[in-house]
């Protein structure tokens, strides 16, 4: 299997207040919520970068399509991370997900290995790292061919 991810999805208890979250706090680019009028069918997609978005799609939706029951959110499972050119554009980032509604689980602050960053949980609770660092990152980098 050749190692490419093309869509993070994640599950919403409310689509719409996570769209203007992300849309009008963020200031990410989607064509809205699409589907509506289709059981199960609503979802709003962010083109995140070249061959990568990210979904949302309301936590029934996503249980009913992988056919399981629905679990309780657990935050605690992965973090997503979004590696920025400077400490200041952390601190830039962090603020603006606070002023749109996010909740600033970790302040910014220096890293073990010489970086910079800290953590906003997202309307559902969804943790994001922001993160500098001198080095470049290998998350960053193309993985080279097979």
């Known amino acids: 299997m050749k190692s490419q991810v093309s869509i993070i999805t994640l599950a919403v208890g409310n689509l719409e207040k996570s769209v203007r979250f992300y849309r009008d706090g963020l200031g990410w680019k989607t064509r809205g919520i699409v589907g509506a009028d289709i059981e199960y ?64 689980v970790k302040a910014a602050h220096e890293t073990l290995l010489g970086g910079y960053s800290g953590i906003f949980k997202d309307p559902d609770g969804h943790l994001w790292e922001v993160a500098w660092t001198a080095e470049p990152s290998t998350a960053t980098k193309p993985n080279p061919a097979p």
């Open 41 to 104: 069918g609503a979802a709003a997609l962010f083109d995140l970068q070249p061959g990568l978005s990210m979904a949302l799609w309301p936590r029934e939706s996503l249980a009913h399509e992988a056919g399981v029951e629905i679990q309780p959110p657990a935050m605690t499972e992965f973090m997503l991370s979004h590696c920025v050119e400077s400490r200041a554009e952390v601190d830039e980032i962090l603020e603006q997900a606070g002023l749109a509604g996010g909740q600033i």
